[in-house]
């Protein structure tokens, strides 16, 4: 856990289960006070107009992600508010596990904005929301008295507490406290009700997924799905380098789709995942970097489409789930003034692609 967190603070000898701390999860659901030191807008949980997925994500060895996930999983009716960037992937893979109605989720500002910027989180997440697995809002944010991280049921509460850099869950049972429970619930589902509605703007992976197929292919359709369900939350987003776009013009060059097609798809015209004037940039860098080539094909009157083509052999030999690292490969290589790969950097013997044969 990074040291820049900030969540109302608790003894820090609190376990995971709450033990040895002087605070419970309805104290830590009411209490708006936050870290010494350390204003809301350091913390990169509280995610910002400039934040990406990119910044929180992934977090490594994070205990505190594993404790929640471990927590909520098979639980029904859960209602979290104050719900950070960081830990929404863990709220929303114990959502997966668990039955029963959908669960309310109060994120913290900037959160739901950052999904639209963030494919594979963003797809997972309205694909939950159109499924009627969550319902996702925005709350205030922290320091304004609306309090820390919360997830509550009828059988139990469990609040994010402690200093920065030693996060965990104090957790209370109902069997235990009844009363201490029913009011965390209480609050937690008053700052839901409170929290903005605002939708996620980023297609569900069912949706996106259909209209791949019906303009593109089964092929680019099935790569998609795969790269998507093997790539981290924070990989592969609008802010990252490659980006979002990088990795959908590559897997559309592997089956000699037209660029035409592919911004069709991805732009207000089709799904919505990103702008189609965007692509051309990305574009280019993958031909600069020789992963692919534009070929100008004739289409009538005006000017020629292009068709994109794969000319790396680590790109067209690879499995779907390995084109990221093909691509995250490339791009570290260093580049000349124009933007090429420079073939003294690492290429060893690599050959023009008009000189190799296919096998």
Do not use: N, Y
């Not at 909520?72 to 104050?82: C, K």
């Not at 839901?192 to 089964?218: G, N």
């Amino acid at each position: 856990m990074g040291a820049d967190d900030a969540e109302p603070e608790a003894d820090a000898a609190a376990g995971s289960d709450g033990s040895g701390s002087s605070r419970t999860p309805e104290d830590a659901g009411s209490d708006g006070s936050a870290s010494a030191g350390a204003p809301a807008a350091a913390d990169p949980d509280c995610v910002g107009d400039a934040t990406e997925v990119a910044d929180a994500l992934p977090r490594p060895d994070d205990p505190l992600t594993e404790s929640i996930e471990a927590a909520l999983a098979g639980r029904s009716g859960v209602v979290a508010v104050g719900v950070p960037l960081r830990l929404l992937p863990a709220v929303l893979a114990a959502r997966e596990r668990s039955p029963g109605p959908l669960w309310r989720v109060a994120c913290r500002p900037g959160v739901v904005d950052a999904l639209a910027r963030a494919p594979v989180l963003g797809t997972a997440v309205a694909e939950a929301v159109e499924r009627d697995k969550i319902r996702v809002r925005t709350g205030d944010p922290l320091g304004h008295g609306t309090g820390g991280t919360l997830f509550a049921t009828p059988e139990r509460a469990d609040a994010v507490v402690g200093p920065r850099g030693d996060r965990s869950l104090a957790t209370t049972a109902a069997g235990a406290r009844p009363e201490a429970v029913g009011a965390a619930r209480a609050t937690a589902a008053a700052r839901f009700d409170a929290a903005t509605v605002e939708p996620v703007e980023m297609p569900s992976r069912r949706r996106l997924l259909a209209v791949a197929r019906e303009i593109l292919d089964d092929r680019f359709a099935d790569d998609l799905a795969t790269v998507l369900e093997s790539l981290p939350p924070g990989e592969f987003g609008r802010a990252t380098e490659p980006s979002d776009r990088s990795l959908l013009v590559a897997l559309a060059a592997r089956h000699d789709h037209l660029f035409h097609d592919l911004r069709a798809w991805a732009g207000a015209d089709g799904i919505g995942i990103a702008p189609a004037q965007e692509f051309t940039g990305d574009r280019q860098a993958l031909v600069e970097r020789e992963l692919i080539e534009s070929i100008k094909v004739p289409a009538g009157p005006g000017r020629p489409m292009l068709r994109l083509r794969a000319v790396d052999d680590a790109l067209l030999r690879a499995r779907a789930e390995e084109v990221p690292s093909v691509l995250e490969g490339r791009f570290d290589l260093p580049t000349d003034a124009d933007g090429r790969t420079r073939h003294d950097a690492g290429r060893g013997e690599r050959r023009p692609v008009w000189e190799r044969k296919r096998r």
